[in-house]
């Protein structure tokens, strides 16, 4: 079965086309289709590859924006761990990815005309307008509603993990009208403790646009259903051709969309993300794509003037909003690539790769006009990184500056330079030019 047949199965016929009213705004998406395409006919061919363009990578990131909304909208009456926030993000990065992998593949087939022959622009655009209706008006809404509906699960289901005491047990419900489907309604009122295999395969959502929830009772009002009688029977009701799909806990997998889904599969659902040992075996092209799409989908584009910004979902809370001001430094007046990396609770590790320098830096911003705070940050970026950008956010005098620095760097084994940015303007001294006898700062040098 191809791809739009199994979606037309699994998404439905009606009730597909976006309302304004009730979703995001599309006009992101719908520009970076059409650079996409525009880009996509002067190329002529698309390939996994391609994903790594800057032009293919901005309509992922625009689809997994406005599926991100449907995250924010799920979770509104929720809290939930960062890990969990971290990994829906990445989710919905993920399907992204692989949905315009499959847009651009089927925008490819569509370049030439019946001699053979490449469509002239114009009549190009016209035809790709259909596809463009069909991925980024009647699927993103059935796409974005189960986004809601698997985000507001997977925080039900982190808050209904019990105590351990056995006094609470997990109750399967629908929403009782005449909307629920049959096979849905074979499920209605299964009662089983929070650590039953049950809820890795039928916990809800069951299917697109499924309104089915899971309630915390207390056991000793509710007794509990037979796991293995209702095991057999949740098989019964969700079988079919892709209803298997479904199997799965967006809560304990921390996935807002199941690992074979519209746009992967079945062989995703065995696959080891951690080494994608399946990506040799197969060797397919989605295989391939796959890499690529996990391996961005760690990363959110930041807004720049120039440049590029990527942050890593990971980077380290505390830290993301001033070392995105200090990237942004960098990106929007010298047009620099930078990824701000992930954290470590184990390790040392720096704050960015700047991708157009190939450094790894460690950002400092030192606000107290002491010896010991820029000493310490030198100190510290030493075990992290060979260069460091040090934001002078005080009235330090020039004098005592140069002190430190020069007497610091003598010492530091790993740095190789330092950056030092006060007042929009910057300058970069080598180690050699700041352990010389003669190195002096002089805040007119910075530009």
């Not at 996935?255 to 060797?283: H, M, Q, R, W």
């Not at 830290?319 to 430094?329: D, G, K, S, V």
């Amino acid at each position: 079965m191809g791809l739009h047949e199994r979606a037309a199965e699994l998404y439905g016929d009606s009730e597909l086309v976006l309302s304004s009213g009730d979703y995001p705004d599309t006009s992101g998406i719908e520009t970076a289709f059409d650079n996409a395409v525009k880009w996509l006919h002067g190329k002529r061919v698309f390939g996994a590859a391609m994903l790594r363009e800057k032009v293919i990578d901005s309509l992922v990131k625009e689809t997994a924006a406005f599926l991100s909304e449907g995250i924010r909208q799920g979770l509104e009456e929720s809290t939930i761990s960062d890990a969990m926030a971290e990994s829906l993000r990445e989710s919905v990065g993920v399907f992204s990815g692989f949905k315009t992998f499959h847009e651009m593949k089927e925008a490819a087939g569509m370049l030439l005309d019946e001699a053979g022959n490449i469509k002239p622009f114009e009549q190009y655009y016209k035809d790709i307008q259909t596809l463009n209706d069909t991925y980024n008006k009647f699927y993103l809404k059935a796409e974005y509603d189960f986004t809601v509906s698997s985000s507001t699960m997977a925080a039900r289901w982190e808050e209904q993990q019990d105590d351990g005491d056995g006094r609470y047990l997990l109750q399967y419900r629908t929403a009782g009208d005449n909307k629920v489907r049959k096979a849905h309604r074979e499920l209605e009122g299964i009662t089983l403790p929070s650590s039953d295999p049950f809820w890795d395969k039928y916990y809800p959502p069951n299917g697109w646009r499924c309104r089915c929830t899971v309630a915390k009772v207390r056991a000793a009002k509710y007794p509990a259903t037979d796991s293995r009688q209702a095991a057999d029977a949740a098989e019964k009701a969700t079988a079919g051709k892709h209803a298997e799909m479904f199997r799965f806990n967006p809560g304990k997998q921390r996935a807002v969309y199941p690992a074979y889904n519209s746009y992967t599969i079945s062989e995703c659902n065995v696959c080891p993300k951690s080494d994608l040992k399946l990506a040799g075996k197969f060797k397919n092209e989605l295989c391939a794509a796959c890499q690529i799409i996990r391996e961005q989908a760690k990363f959110i584009t930041e807004p720049t003037k120039g440049g590029e910004l990527r942050v890593h979902i990971r980077h380290g809370k505390n830290e993301r909003e001033e070392n995105i001001r200090i990237a942004r430094h960098f990106t929007d007046k010298y047009g620099q690539e930078i990824d701000l990396l992930p954290r470590s609770n184990t390790e040392k590790c720096a704050d960015a790769y700047n991708r157009t320098l190939k450094q790894l830096q460690e950002y400092k911003q030192c606000a107290t006009p002491t010896k010991n705070a820029i000493d310490m940050a030198l100190r510290d970026a030493n075990r992290k990184a060979d260069h460091i950008v040090l934001v002078i956010a005080s009235d330090i005098s020039e004098e005592l500056l140069t002190k430190v620095i020069r007497e610091r760097m003598l010492r530091a084994k790993r740095l190789q330079s330092i950056t030092i940015v006060k007042d929009g303007k910057d300058i970069v001294y080598t180690k050699e030019e700041a352990i010389r006898k003669k190195f002096k700062i002089n805040w007119a040098d910075l530009k």
